[in-house]
């Protein structure tokens, strides 16, 4: 979390990265823009599910469908922040030359996908049912 | 000069991913706009909406930005922290104003 919050610093400043290290061949830099592109549209895509619960799926009783919408927007959120926080930190470390930072959030969101993907389908049978 | 090309032409590969992003951007926005448009949609409904459309042209000049800088320059350099933080940014708020249409 501190490491977090001194992260937050290099996102604003433009030169600070550069600062340190070597300029590592374009083509990584490059590569590493379109990881973090990818993960926006992850984000981007997570904020559409939203919107389209709130709108799509008007039979689900309120609660149900604010809190599904909800959930979705803010791990939108999560995920859009997560990504310029990991491309720092890519960056940072190519310039270092280190090894790339490890990372929870991909196995954490794909349980969470999950959870999701199952809860929606019971949702979707019980309302059969009933 | 076409000899010392990149053959893994990763300049055009981050070109359409700026492309895609600002496609999936604007599936957002529709679906934003959509929903102000449905029966009894508030004024702060239509506002949040009107915002959404806003970030997707801020997310569509910051990426034009980026696509320029690309094209410009041969070798061309690493994205400025800012830019990225403005495009996430971007994303973030259109989230927040989602969170206002749904409520």
Redesign the interface.
Known sequence: MIEFVRNVR?????G???EEGR?PD??F??????T???W??T???L??G???V??FLPDLRGSWR?GL??AL??S??LC??R??NH??RC?RAMRRGEDLPASRFPALLGLVVAVVAVAMVVVVLVDWEG | MSTDR?P?L??E??RL??R??TL??T??AV??A??AL?DGAGPSSVLAAALCCALWLAFLYIAHGRITGLAAAH????????H??A??LC??A???C??F???
């Open positions: 290099l996102w604003f400043v433009p600070e990265v550069r300029t374009y083509r830099s490059l590569a590493n823009e379109r973090f592109l990818a926006l549209r984000a981007l895509a904020i559409g939203g919107f389209a709130d709108q604010v919408a909800l927007l803010a939108g959120v859009s922040l990504a310029v491309w720092v960056e | 990149d893994g990763q300049p590969r981050t991913a700026w895609r992003t999936s951007g599936v957002v679906l934003a959509k929903s449905q070798r061309p350099r690493a994205l400025p922290p800012p990225a933080t495009a996430a994303t973030v259109v989230a927040v989602g969170a249409l749904v409520l």
